[in-house]
Structure formats: structure tokens, C-alpha cells
């Protein structure tokens, strides 16, 4: 009887040597992958700190191309070249001879990717630069191939063999490639001094970049600042709390340098203690001595020093004393910075 509909076939169960031979082929596809590797650094040579110097010198684009699965390849290391330092994109080879090449201008570098180093897409568009006079650095695994010889540097990447089983799909050429392709985009990183600080400029909403954020960025200012003179009245001080919201004010001098200040527990402690607290100047009931931190500081750094202090604000002033701006702790919460 057949299988309708209703009654599907059921599919043959896992036996334990099924799963133990999936084991035994992913740790071969695994071995000669990082043998792959293993052998690109063998073949690192002069071309590949020419490739560095020409993209560290670039000033332009790096175009990155490539078709079929090289090209998906290339695709990641010119989103890896971009987030790290290297303005950079992928252009398609069969878009850019078919109008698409309007995107590579003067002063760019095209990086482009051809384990065979024949593909007919990519001799095509190397014809075109070379009217264009843009460079080309060509990562192939075989040096004598036609785009390997036409290239303006030669980057190889030759492997013993692919790591499917049927030595056909593109496994250990395309994880070679990507390889050279990272250590390429690390190394030209390296040559423009590329910094933390840097990488989260680039990712203001990965967590990396909001760990790095200074000080400067989040803290409050201006017109968002509170702070009142020495002899201001406390009617005064406490309008200018409330209205800034944050619970504090910082007590300044005429050079805007800090001199103390005021919470609201500071308020509620001297009322308890001295009926005539309103007939009072900010001056003569601040607490002197507050916790200061300087604007170029991570924000996670003003955090750590709020809680380590039990303490819900820091005041930001410079290391001549004059104020900047305050940040409060829920400031800093919400960057989720841990």
C-alpha cells in the first residue's frame, strides 16, 4: 500500500553509527579546513604587505567582488574591511559590466576573489580597470592562472584539496580565502593605528560601543546642568533642583569651578537639624568635597565609581576644576552597559 496524505511515510530513525559517521565527516571537513589555512600562511609572501601598503595608501574605496561563493566571501571581508577602519563594498562582477561599474572611481583598490583565477566575470572587469587605471589585488590559488597574472599584486591561497567529501563543493578554498581576507583587513587595521575607541564609533549599538562611550557623550549639560552660586538663597537652590530634575545641584564659584553641592538627602538631613535652614545660602550648607569624574572617562568607568560609592550622580569637571556637566546613574543604566 502506498503513502496518502493522511498517512505520511515516517523517515528512518538515527542509529548511533549514523551519528558517529556524521562525527567522522565533520571532523575531516574540519582537519583539512584548518589545513587550508595552516597552508596560507606557508604562502604569505612580499605581495601581501604591498597589497597592505597600497590599501593603507588608498584614497578611495576597497571594492570588494567575487561570484558565486567567492563572492559571498568577499562580501564578509568588505563588511569586515568597513567596520574595522577600510571604507570598503561589494560590487557584483556581472552587475558592474552591465552598468554597474559607475561604482569603482579613481583613487579606489578592487580586491577581488577566483580560487580557479579563470572566472570569465572577473577577467571582464579586470580589462576594464586597467582603462580605468584602478589597482587590482587578486587572491586566487593558482599563480598562473590569466587573473592572477593581470593582477597588480598576486595574494595565493592554493590548498591541497576541498574538504567535501566529493572533493567538488567550495569548502576548504572559500574558508582559505576568507582567512587571507581577515588577516588582510587586520593587518592594514594595524597600519592606520586602528583603536577600540575606534571600532565603537564605527558600532554605536553593539555593546562594545556603548561600553566605550566617554563621558562627554552621555552626560548632562548647558542648559541641563544644575548649579547655583555660593549665595544663592535655598528657595533658590531647591527651584533649581526640581527644576532640573536629577535630585542634586552642583555650588559654583564665578569661574564656574566646583565648590560643592547639594542632594535632595543632603536637604532632608539639614532641615532635621536646623529649623532655619531657609534663612540660609547654598554656600554656607553645601557639602563640600564632591565625587568628580573627568569627561574623556568611559561611562563605564563613572558607573563602577557610582555604585562602588553608593551614589547616584557624578559631577564632570576638567582637572582645572572648571564643571562640565554631571551624569546620573540612570543615565548609565540604560546604556545596559553590563
Same mark, same amino acid.
Given at each position: @500500500?502506498?503513502?496518502?496524505?493522511? /498517512? =505520511?511515510?515516517?523517515?528512518?530513525?538515527? /542509529?548511533?553509527?549514523?551519528? +558517529?559517521?556524521?562525527?567522522?565527516? +565533520?571532523?575531516?571537513?574540519?582537519?583539512?579546513e584548518a589545513a587550508a589555512v595552516r597552508a596560507v600562511i606557508r604562502q604569505l609572501d612580499?605581495?601581501?604587505?604591498?597589497?597592505?601598503?597600497l590599501i593603507d595608501g588608498c584614497r578611495g574605496r576597497v571594492v570588494c567582488t567575487g561570484m558565486g561563493k567567492s563572492g559571498i566571501i568577499m562580501r564578509k571581508v568588505a563588511a569586515t574591511l568597513s567596520s574595522t577602519?577600510?571604507?570598503?563594498?561589494?560590487?557584483? =562582477?556581472?552587475?558592474?559590466?552591465?552598468?554597474?561599474?559607475?561604482m569603482v572611481v579613481?583613487?579606489?583598490?578592487?580586491? +577581488?576573489?577566483?580560487?580557479?583565477?579563470?572566472?570569465?566575470?572577473?577577467?571582464? &572587469?579586470?580589462?576594464?580597470?586597467?582603462?580605468?587605471?584602478v589597482p587590482l589585488v587578486m587572491i586566487t590559488g593558482h599563480a598562473a592562472s590569466p587573473l592572477a597574472r593581470v593582477a597588480d599584486i598576486h595574494l595565493p591561497v592554493a590548498i591541497d584539496r576541498e574538504a567535501c567529501p566529493l572533493g567538488l563543493a567550495p569548502t576548504a578554498s572559500t574558508t582559505a580565502?576568507?582567512? &587571507?581576507?581577515?588577516?588582510?583587513?587586520?593587518?592594514? !587595521?594595524?597600519?592606520?593605528?586602528?583603536?577600540?575607541?575606534?571600532?565603537?564609533?564605527?558600532? =554605536?549599538?553593539g555593546t562594545l560601543g556603548r561600553k566605550l562611550l566617554r563621558i562627554a557623550e552621555v552626560m548632562h549639560r548647558d542648559a541641563e546642568l544644575p548649579q547655583v552660586a555660593p549665595t544663592a538663597s535655598m528657595?533658590? /537652590?531647591?527651584?533649581? @533642583? !526640581?527644576?532640573?530634575?536629577?535630585?542634586?545641584?552642583?555650588?559654583? $564659584?564665578?569661574?564656574?569651578?566646583?565648590?560643592?553641592?547639594? !542632594? $535632595?538627602?543632603?536637604?532632608?538631613?539639614?532641615?532635621?537639624?536646623?529649623?532655619?535652614? @531657609?534663612?540660609?545660602?547654598?554656600?554656607?550648607?553645601?557639602?563640600?568635597?564632591?565625587?568628580?569624574?573627568?569627561?574623556?572617562?568611559?561611562? !563605564?568607568?563613572?558607573?563602577?565609581r557610582m555604585e562602588a560609592h553608593h551614589i547616584t550622580s557624578l559631577f564632570v569637571r576638567r582637572p582645572e576644576g572648571r564643571l562640565e556637566g554631571i551624569v546620573h546613574i540612570h543615565d548609565l543604566w540604560r546604556l545596559e552597559l553590563f
Open positions: @500500500m502506498t503513502a496518502s496524505a493522511e /498517512t =505520511p511515510q515516517k523517515r528512518p530513525q538515527r /542509529t548511533a553509527p549514523a551519528a +558517529a559517521g556524521a562525527r567522522a565527516v +565533520a571532523r575531516h571537513v574540519l582537519e583539512v612580499a605581495g601581501f604587505e604591498r597589497a597592505v601598503t577602519g577600510t571604507p570598503s563594498l561589494f560590487l557584483h =562582477p556581472a552587475e558592474a559590466i552591465h552598468g554597474d561599474l559607475g579613481a583613487g579606489d583598490v578592487v580586491l +577581488a576573489a577566483s580560487y580557479s583565477g579563470t572566472t570569465e566575470e572577473l577577467q571582464r &572587469l579586470a580589462a576594464l580597470l586597467g582603462r580605468l587605471a580565502t576568507l582567512a &587571507l581576507g581577515d588577516a588582510l583587513a587586520m593587518a592594514i !587595521s594595524a597600519a592606520r593605528g586602528f583603536t577600540a575607541e575606534d571600532f565603537a564609533r564605527l558600532h =554605536p549599538g528657595p533658590e /537652590t531647591i527651584h533649581e @533642583m !526640581s527644576r532640573k530634575g536629577l535630585g542634586i545641584t552642583a555650588i559654583v $564659584d564665578r569661574e564656574e569651578r566646583l565648590l560643592g553641592c547639594l !542632594s $535632595d538627602g543632603d536637604l532632608r538631613r539639614a532641615l532635621e537639624a536646623d529649623p532655619g535652614l @531657609m534663612q540660609r545660602t547654598a554656600g554656607a550648607v553645601m557639602r563640600p568635597g564632591a565625587k568628580t569624574i573627568e569627561p574623556d572617562a568611559l561611562a !563605564s568607568a563613572a558607573l563602577a
